[in-house]
């Protein structure tokens, strides 16, 4: 069993629709909020973001990083969490 | 390596002097303008530098698409006062006025393959740019790889950090699960064979199961988990139905119950043998008819039939250790109990009988 969260599976099981930004793993409130203010309200904005920067850990990482200010721990839970949607529905 | 700075003006003058007069560079008298100090710093860099690398003038070029080794002169030493920020470049490696497409191409030059350089990219790609020209020359270069943060951490402390996500991703008990269940999965095979797969030795066959049973009763749900095609492997492996001549492969053999569990009573071999003098007892005694032993009779075969019931199913699958198969033993059985019945009906009727009806007929005391 992998180490995610509820809130990672509660992602991956479905497609994302129209899922606000703070329904990512690893995004909560506050970073939902800057996020938000950056102009990415939607998860499939962040996931678009994602796919440009073509589902590199690292730059994902780092833009994650200086979007919102997100941690280690949160850009990686972020980060899985959105390759494993994109395993399961892209 | 020589040692210096991209931006000399970014040191303090005592910096620069000392780093000129490290170089044996002669000082001017007196306290000159910074600047002077740091035109010298230049000149006797690049110098050092056309020595080191060879490399054309750093201050050639204002263009976009500066020479590769240009960029040799980012190596830095003194990382205490450079850049906190992107934004002061004096050279042309200034990646923030570099289009999309410089971008692009200088990280392609480091062998990183970006994807689009849009809007909401550009900053990581200059950030990640900045990261590899700190680095050094493309040619001197690998592949990028875990480096400082650009945030103006000098160096990478949070390494770490990057590789954690990747924990997850083991899995490594499944290859260890596979032969802790493999003993486990013949064992219980072992019994489970018996069944079709008889005809062979007995001792060794009987001990086998005994104790395979054994592991079954233990390890039902264990085994349960096992994959099923581990199994059929294992199963062929260890049983292969070379010696049979039956058309399915299936002969019936005995399999022995397993005594002490499931509520049957712990018996050995002795026990039936035991059953089976009594039987003979019993033919012997049939023929003085008492009361008493025509009673007991029916009571005493009725427990070897009904314990020999378990016995006998299983049993059927013949056993060669018998000295007659359970067939022969319950024939005998029937006939002996259908004598004494018989002779039990020829008895005098003093007593109420236990067929009324039947008495009256077979009896032939009157």
Same mark, same amino acid.
């Given at each position: 069993m992998s180490s995610t969260s509820q809130k990672h599976k509660d992602f991956v099981a479905e497609p994302m629709g129209?899922?606000?930004v703070m329904a990512l793993a690893g995004i909560g409130e506050v970073l939902g909020k800057r996020l938000e203010e950056k102009g990415f309200d939607k998860a499939y904005v962040v996931l678009g973001q994602f796919l440009v920067l073509k589902k590199d850990e690292e730059l994902f990482r780092e833009w994650l990083k200086d979007t919102c200010g997100a941690n280690t721990k949160q850009q990686g839970d972020c980060y899985s969490c959105l390759r494993e949607w994109c395993d399961s529905f892209l | 390596m020589s040692e210096f700075l991209e931006d000399p003006s970014l040191l303090t003058k005592d910096k620069l002097k000392s780093a000129l007069l490290a170089h044996n560079v002669a000082l001017p008298n007196g306290d000159q303008k910074k600047d002077v100090y740091v035109q010298l710093y230049l000149k006797n860099l690049t110098a050092q530098n056309k020595k080191?690398?060879?490399?054309?003038? %750093?201050?050639?070029?204002?263009? =976009? &698409?500066?020479?590769?080794?240009?960029?040799s002169n980012r190596s830095r030493s003194g990382r205490k006062a450079t850049r906190k920020t992107d934004k002061v470049r004096p050279e042309d490696v200034d990646v923030t006025e570099l289009s999309n497409e410089a971008l692009k191409d200088l990280l392609l030059k480091y062998g990183l393959i970006t994807g689009p350089i849009v809007a909401s990219t550009r900053k990581v790609y200059e950030k990640r740019l900045q990261k590899l020209l700190d680095q050094g020359p493309p040619e001197t270069v690998a592949p990028p790889s875990e480096m400082s943060q650009t945030d103006g951490s000098q160096n990478g402390n949070t390494d770490s950090d990057h590789y954690s996500d990747k924990e997850e991703e083991t899995v490594a008990p499944a290859p260890v699960f596979v032969p802790e269940p493999e003993p486990e999965v013949e064992a219980e095979l072992i019994p489970v064979v018996e069944r079709p797969i008889r005809s062979r030795g007995k001792t060794p066959v009987t001990s086998r199961t005994r104790s395979g049973q054994h592991n079954r009763v233990e390890k039902v749900s264990a085994i349960d988990q096992t994959p099923r095609t581990v199994e059929r492997d294992v199963l062929k492996e *260890?049983?292969? $139905?070379? $010696?049979?001549?039956?058309?399915?492969? *299936?002969?019936?053999?005995? +399999? +022995?119950p397993i005594r002490g #569990? #499931?509520? +049957?009573? %712990?018996?050995?071999?002795t026990w039936l043998d035991e059953s089976r003098l009594r039987l003979k007892e019993l033919r012997e005694t049939s023929s003085s008819s008492t009361y008493t032993e025509t009673r007991s009779v029916p009571r005493v075969t009725a427990v070897p039939l009904t314990a020999s019931k378990p016995a006998a199913p299983p049993a059927v699958k013949t056993r060669a250790r018998r000295s007659l198969p359970v067939w022969?033993?319950? &024939?005998? &059985?029937?006939? /002996? #109990?259908?004598?004494?019945?018989? /002779?039990?009906? #020829?008895? =005098?009727? $003093? =007593? /109420?009988?236990l067929f009324k009806q039947s008495g009256a007929d077979d009896s032939t005391s009157k």
């Amino acid at each position: 069993m992998s180490s995610t969260s509820q809130k990672h599976k509660d992602f991956v099981a479905e497609p994302m629709g129209e899922k606000t930004v703070m329904a990512l793993a690893g995004i909560g409130e506050v970073l939902g909020k800057r996020l938000e203010e950056k102009g990415f309200d939607k998860a499939y904005v962040v996931l678009g973001q994602f796919l440009v920067l073509k589902k590199d850990e690292e730059l994902f990482r780092e833009w994650l990083k200086d979007t919102c200010g997100a941690n280690t721990k949160q850009q990686g839970d972020c980060y899985s969490c959105l390759r494993e949607w994109c395993d399961s529905f892209l | 390596m020589s040692e210096f700075l991209e931006d000399p003006s970014l040191l303090t003058k005592d910096k620069l002097k000392s780093a000129l007069l490290a170089h044996n560079v002669a000082l001017p008298n007196g306290d000159q303008k910074k600047d002077v100090y740091v035109q010298l710093y230049l000149k006797n860099l690049t110098a050092q530098n056309k020595k080191s690398s060879g490399s054309p003038d %750093v201050f050639s070029s204002d263009e =976009e &698409l500066p020479p590769a080794p240009v960029v040799s002169n980012r190596s830095r030493s003194g990382r205490k006062a450079t850049r906190k920020t992107d934004k002061v470049r004096p050279e042309d490696v200034d990646v923030t006025e570099l289009s999309n497409e410089a971008l692009k191409d200088l990280l392609l030059k480091y062998g990183l393959i970006t994807g689009p350089i849009v809007a909401s990219t550009r900053k990581v790609y200059e950030k990640r740019l900045q990261k590899l020209l700190d680095q050094g020359p493309p040619e001197t270069v690998a592949p990028p790889s875990e480096m400082s943060q650009t945030d103006g951490s000098q160096n990478g402390n949070t390494d770490s950090d990057h590789y954690s996500d990747k924990e997850e991703e083991t899995v490594a008990p499944a290859p260890v699960f596979v032969p802790e269940p493999e003993p486990e999965v013949e064992a219980e095979l072992i019994p489970v064979v018996e069944r079709p797969i008889r005809s062979r030795g007995k001792t060794p066959v009987t001990s086998r199961t005994r104790s395979g049973q054994h592991n079954r009763v233990e390890k039902v749900s264990a085994i349960d988990q096992t994959p099923r095609t581990v199994e059929r492997d294992v199963l062929k492996e *260890i049983f292969p $139905n070379e $010696n049979l001549s039956t058309p399915t492969g *299936i002969s019936a053999t005995c +399999r +022995r119950p397993i005594r002490g #569990a #499931a509520g +049957r009573p %712990v018996v050995s071999d002795t026990w039936l043998d035991e059953s089976r003098l009594r039987l003979k007892e019993l033919r012997e005694t049939s023929s003085s008819s008492t009361y008493t032993e025509t009673r007991s009779v029916p009571r005493v075969t009725a427990v070897p039939l009904t314990a020999s019931k378990p016995a006998a199913p299983p049993a059927v699958k013949t056993r060669a250790r018998r000295s007659l198969p359970v067939w022969v033993q319950l &024939l005998l &059985l029937s006939a /002996v #109990a259908g004598f004494l019945f018989f /002779v039990y009906q #020829a008895m =005098e009727t $003093n =007593e /109420v009988g236990l067929f009324k009806q039947s008495g009256a007929d077979d009896s032939t005391s009157k």
